[in-house]
């Protein structure tokens, strides 16, 4: 019985498959998407609490919360992108001391100030903001 080199055609066809799967694996991995980052955005406030005056800049990424405070009183907002249009929601609390004295949802357009007023007693309280959106 003579002993042949050439590969069986069995042999042949397992290849060609195997190397199909591998090129198709890699064209396929090859236009992935890549993972989008959430917008990130500049948060310019302007605090007055009680005449106690502050003005932070805030950068946000959509959908995690920040926190700035002034003069007794907090704020903890989330910026989230609107689903249409230049707008987001601004979303949190307003505490003074552990107390939740206000917890404002805010549509504001980009790039324009929006405010929130909080009347505690004798304590007035407002918020102005500029949300613009960053590269």
């Known amino acids: 019985m003579p002993l042949s080199t050439a590969p069986s055609t069995t042999l042949r066809r397992l290849t060609a498959c195997a190397a199909a799967i591998v090129a198709l694996a890699a ?3 090859a236009h992935a998407a890549p993972a989008v980052a959430p917008p990130l955005y500049a948060v310019a406030m302007t605090l007055d609490a009680h005449g106690d005056k502050s003005a932070p800049r805030v950068l946000a990424k ?3 919360p920040f926190a700035v405070a002034s003069g ?3 704020v903890e907002m989330t910026v989230n992108p609107a ?3 230049d707008d987001v929601w601004v979303t949190g609390k307003i505490l003074r001391g552990n107390e939740v004295v206000s ?3 805010v549509r504001a ?3 324009e100030p ?4 909080v009347a505690d ?5 407002t918020l102005s903001l500029t949300v613009a959106r960053q590269p």
């Open 27 to 29: 064209a396929t991995g």
């Open 62 to 64: 959509a959908g995690e």
């Open 72 to 74: 007794g009183w907090r």
């Open 83 to 85: 689903q249409d249009g």
């Open 103 to 105: 917890a404002p949802t």
């Open 109 to 111: 357009h980009l790039d």
């Open 114 to 117: 929006a405010t929130v007023r």
């Open 121 to 125: 007693g004798e304590a007035p309280f």
